[in-house]
Every structure is written in structure tokens, then in C-alpha cells.
């Protein structure tokens, strides 16, 4: 990537490395763009340009962490109810975003995917994605994955109407519907479930984003709003994630217990 992280940045990312685990799929509700634009003035559109630009910070900084999947909530399909124009704008900027970054995604080894109802996206937007998919489809370093007219609700209709479809046409049982069979008919199917999941702007909801993916994420909140977000609160975030205990309905002793029979078996 363009380097935009500082020498502390690249500190304070040893650091965090060297302290626990990184996750290996961080989910970002990336909100406050227009909230950030009201504050200094400026219309809304303004916020979503600044929001790009820690889009970049945050990719980079992902990239150097180790992480190896970085879904990004960028555009879901109840944003389409809002004002004709911002709408518009939006669709203008993703474009134009595709078109200044897929080189630099492709240069730095970073594959570029997305979830969602593509059938809704403009033309435009569709081009310049299938271009972007095509040109960093081999990459293995991470895989920066789009959210773009994405719903949680959509996407687990449209797997349950083909499980469904399946059910009827003979080849599959009800019985052999489970939930792995669920995960594979996701858009999500090619990745992990997120470790955790982080939502700029302060605001406590998770607003239809990957609601079958993240039944056992961490979930870090923050005030700042994703214009104003760096590199230093995408730490915090994660070391918040190594200070908790992940235990997936179990209680911490069974916990401890597992970690005990691992390290007398090593």
C-alpha cells in the first residue's frame, strides 16, 4: 500500500502482535461519515470522502497485523432509501475508489471480493468490481471483502430459498440440513466467521450486518466516528479482543480445562 502509517503506527503493530492473538477476520461497521461532515459544515458527501481515506489507513494497517480477511460494511441495501443524490454520490465515489486503489490492492498481494445484492449496484459499479475481482482474484496475503447493498436478512432468505430449492428438487434431505450446510450457502462461504467485529460511531446495534456469521464475535464499540478512526483505535480494539475469554457457551473452567490437556499434550 501507499505507506500511511507512522513509525509509532508500526511500534505500537509489533506490539500488538507480540501481546496475543490477532484475529484472522475483523468485521467494521464503518459509521459516522455524515455525522463527521454535519460537525465541520459539510455535506454529508464530504464525510464519506474522509471515510475513504481511513479505509486506506485501516487495509494497510491490517495488512501489516497479519489479519487475513477484512470485511467492511460499506454500503447496505436500506442505504438505498436514503436521498437520491447522496445515493448517487456514493455509487459515484465506490467507483472511483475501485478505480485509484485496485492497483495498489493488487501490488501489495491484497484480494478484492464482496457480499451482497450485486443485481441493485449500477452498471458502473458492477464493471469496475468484476474488473477488480478479475485482476487480484490469485492474491493470498489478505482478502479485503466489501459489503456492498448487503443485508444479513437478505442473505440468509436467499440461502434458506436455496436449501429450500434443494430440499425439493430431490437432492438434498431435511434431515441433512444443518448448520454448516447453512454457512456454505452464505455469500461468506469462502472465509471464517468473524473473531471480531468493530462498529465506529458509538452507536450499540449491529444493524443487519452478517447476522449469521457473528453469533460468537467480539464486538468493540468505540465513539469515534469512522472519519476520525486510525490505526492507534484499531489496536485498542484489539487488544480489547485478547483481554476477553472466548468461551462459546461454555463456562471459563471447562476453558481452562481444554488449554490444560493441550499443553500436557505438546
Known amino acids: 500500500m501507499k505507506k500511511i502509517l507512522s513509525d509509532k503506527d508500526f511500534k505500537n503493530i509489533e506490539e500488538v502482535k507480540n501481546s496475543g492473538v490477532i484475529p484472522k477476520h475483523i468485521a467494521i461497521i464503518m459509521d459516522g461519515n455524515g455525522r463527521w461532515a454535519k460537525m465541520h459544515g459539510l455535506p454529508r458527501v464530504a464525510g464519506h470522502k474522509k471515510g475513504v481515506k481511513t479505509v486506506r489507513e485501516i487495509v494497510e494497517a491490517c495488512v501489516n497485523l497479519g489479519v487475513k480477511y477484512l470485511t467492511l460494511y460499506t454500503f447496505s441495501t436500506e442505504n438505498w432509501q436514503r436521498p437520491k443524490n447522496e445515493v448517487s454520490t456514493l455509487m459515484r465515489l465506490i467507483v472511483k475508489s475501485l478505480k485509484d486503489e485496485t492497483d495498489e490492492l493488487h501490488k501489495n498481494n491484497i484480494k478484492l471480493t464482496s457480499i451482497g445484492n450485486s443485481d441493485m449496484l449500477p452498471i458502473e ?67 471464517p466467521d468473524p473473531e471480531l467485529v468493530i462498529r465506529s460511531g458509538g452507536e450499540m446495534r449491529i444493524s443487519n450486518f452478517l447476522l449469521w456469521q457473528i453469533a460468537y464475535s467480539e464486538i468493540y464499540v468505540t465513539q469515534i466516528l469512522w472519519p476520525k478512526f486510525k490505526t492507534s483505535n484499531l489496536i485498542e480494539a484489539i487488544n480489547e479482543f485478547q483481554r476477553r475469554e472466548r468461551r462459546f457457551g461454555l463456562v471459563s473452567e471447562q476453558i481452562n480445562d481444554d488449554k490444560k490437556k493441550i499443553g500436557e499434550n505438546d
Do not use: H
Request: glycine share 2%; hydrophobic share 35%; aromatic share 6%.
Open 125 to 191: 459499479v458492477k464493471e469496475e468490481l468484476e474488473e477488480a475481482f478479475e485482476k487480484t482474484k490469485m492474491n493470498t496475503k489478505m482478502t479485503l471483502n466489501l459489503a456492498l447493498s448487503y443485508s444479513g436478512r437478505w442473505e440468509l432468505t436467499n440461502a434458506f430459498k436455496l436449501i429450500a430449492q434443494n430440499v425439493k428438487n430431490g437432492s438434498l434431505e431435511i434431515e441433512n440440513i444443518t448448520e454448516d450446510l447453512v454457512s456454505k450457502s452464505l455469500n461468506t462461504s469462502e472465509m
